[in-house]
């Protein structure tokens, strides 16, 4: 008799599961937006070090290994040998790499959308990219910043903040339930910056540098 109660209440659990997911999947696709700031001991002038040249950013990106800079001339990608030459239009290949998953390698192309040297870049995603974002968003665009500290993060000492924003499309039923009941956790997922990684940014180049683990504060 209790077994038959428990699978009974095991089957009403996963219709109740299954039904939510369902409903909330449905509809229309829709813009998610997602917004996050990260506190810094370093100044804003040792923070915005780490945006300026390509060769930096493996330090506080998810798996990328490197970063290849293109300008783009009447349709044409001409490469750019200078890491740090960023300029708004250009194209930026990611190329990324899952730590000891090689054999999971891929690229995400993006173009240059607004650049303000040693402050902030932003990103519109290319339709030639590969990756987790591709499979369940669209017109995916993102940014990371250096800005001043608000009055709460001053009170507490720290001098600056590392600050990232991202807005798209869902494309999926997935991508559309986590949307709705949990917008935080499907950005941070497909977000490619390491926004706890930059704002500790001196630490983190010097334990890539090592091969040490990330430092986190």
């Given at each position: 008799?209790?077994?038959?109660?428990?699978?009974?209440?095991?089957?009403?659990?996963?219709?109740?599961?299954?039904?939510?997911?369902?409903?909330f999947s449905r509809g229309p696709d829709f813009e998610v937006l997602w917004s996050r700031s990260i506190p810094s001991l370093l100044k804003k002038e040792d923070l915005?070090?780490?945006?300026?040249?390509?060769?930096?950013?493996?330090?506080?990106?998810?798996?990328?290994?490197?970063?290849?800079l293109f300008r783009v001339n009447g349709g044409t990608e001409v490469p750019v040998a200078e890491s740090n030459r960023l300029e708004t239009g250009m194209h930026v290949t990611f190329k990324m790499e899952p730590v000891a998953k090689e054999w999971k390698r891929y690229e995400i192309r993006a173009e240059i959308t607004s650049l303000n040297p040693g402050k902030s870049v932003a990103f519109r995603l290319l339709p030639e990219s590969r990756g987790k974002i591709t499979e369940v968003l669209g017109d995916y665009e993102w940014s990371f910043s250096v800005?001043?500290?608000d009055e709460k993060m001053k009170a507490r000492g720290y001098l600056s903040a590392a600050a990232g924003e991202a807005h798209a499309r869902t494309l999926t039923g997935r991508a559309r339930f986590f949307g709705r009941i949990a917008a935080k956790i499907l950005m941070n997922q497909t977000y490619p910056v390491d926004l706890a990684r930059l704002a500790n940014y001196e630490e983190n180049k010097e334990a890539r540098a090592g091969d040490y683990a990330p430092v986190y504060k």
């Open positions: 008799m209790k077994n038959a109660r428990l699978w009974t209440s095991l089957a009403v659990i996963a219709l109740v599961t299954t039904g939510t997911i369902e409903y915005a070090v780490a945006l300026g040249d390509t060769k930096n950013w493996p330090v506080f990106h998810h798996e990328l290994k490197e970063t290849k800005i001043d500290p």
